[in-house]
């Protein structure tokens, strides 16, 4: 599965099998949120796999008892250490490179997950207080997401995407106008996609035309 593929069909699954999920799967999994960029590479977050079950209905119950986590095997609470960007970029390491550098280490788990045929969820509302209770953690950590992992037993409808023309604009805020090649989107990966299937159908159905009209000549001689 190439990059673009995982990231088009990754879905948020909420529904899983009752079936364990190989613990290399896991390491990858937190492998592939290690590799993330982080502001000066502080990479200052920690991951707390939690198997059991008792725990796993704990941590539901204070993710706002959204019940259907439970079914997941595994979940892996994201934590971030917001003192160490504090110390080297102040305020705003604090605030936003700390929260920007796990949301991208929690992207590429998500995206692994989904390679490696798992199904998982960003799970962000939470009762904070309730979670640093069951894990223990220190006053200096904060939960940024639980991520529910485990076999999908559903296969969730995409949800409505705005289309890229609504969310993109040229050179300055409101900026709507292009050369029209570029405005129709031509450029863009997923309109090359379409156009290169196109082609493929095309040749595919010429093969078969050539084939039937010579089957049908054959016939008449
Ligand atoms: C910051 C954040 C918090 C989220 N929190 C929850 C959550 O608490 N519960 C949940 O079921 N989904 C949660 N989601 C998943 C979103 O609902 C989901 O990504 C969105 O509906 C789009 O669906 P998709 O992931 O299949 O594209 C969260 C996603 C993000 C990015």
Redesign the pocket.
Known sequence: MDVFDAIRTR??V?KYKDKQIPWDNVVTIMQAGKYAPSAGNLQNWKFIVVKTEGKRASITKA?LN?EWMATAPVFIVVVGQPEDAERYYGARGRRLYTIQGIAAAIENMLLTAHSLGLGS?????FDEDELRRILLLPEQADVHAVITLGYADEK?EV?PKYRIEHMMFFEKWWGRVEKPKTFLGWWSVNNVRMVDEGKKMLKKAHKKIKEKVSEKMGKKQ
């Open positions: 879905r948020s909420r993710c959204q969820c960003w799970v962000g509302a969730p949800p």
